[in-house]
Nanobody, 115 residues
Framework: VQLQASGGGLVQAGGSLRLSCSAS????????MGWYRQVPGKQRELVAR???????DYGDSVRGRFTLFRDNAKKSLWLQMNTLKPEDTAVYYC??????????WGQGTLVTVSS
């Protein structure tokens, strides 16, 4: 299984970016799909994820600014990021968790927000 993430880049504060992630290979039933981010020296943190059943969970710092979209059948997900802030600067990782307990990660895409 491979997750391919794209869409990162450099943007000014207040701007927008859309991250994309698509999976290839056999995953099986999906428990959750989402995005996490990490900055050097800190733990990886939840940005947003959709859990089986449709519930969407957002990190407190992005709620109201970021929106997560997904297509289970296509094993794809997108993260629309609006009103970006310098503190959103991080490497963003897409993630898919199967109901069988497998955890798949993309390679990470860097988002840099300049002030």
């Amino acid at each position: 299984v491979q997750l391919q993430a794209s869409g990162g880049g450099l943007v000014q504060a207040g701007g927008s970016l859309r991250l994309s992630c698509s999976a290839s290979g056999t995953i099986g039933p999906i428990n959750s799909m989402g995005w996490y981010r990490q900055v050097p020296g800190k733990q990886r943190e939840l940005v947003a994820r959709i859990i089986s059943g449709g519930f969407t969970d957002y990190g407190d710092s992005v709620r109201g600014r970021f929106t997560l979209f997904r297509d289970n059948a296509k094993k794809s997900l997108w993260l629309q990021m609006n009103t970006l802030k310098p503190e959103d600067t991080a490497v963003y990782y897409c993630n898919i968790q199967s109901t069988g307990g497998n955890d798949y990660w993309g390679q990470g895409t860097l988002v840099t927000v300049s002030s």
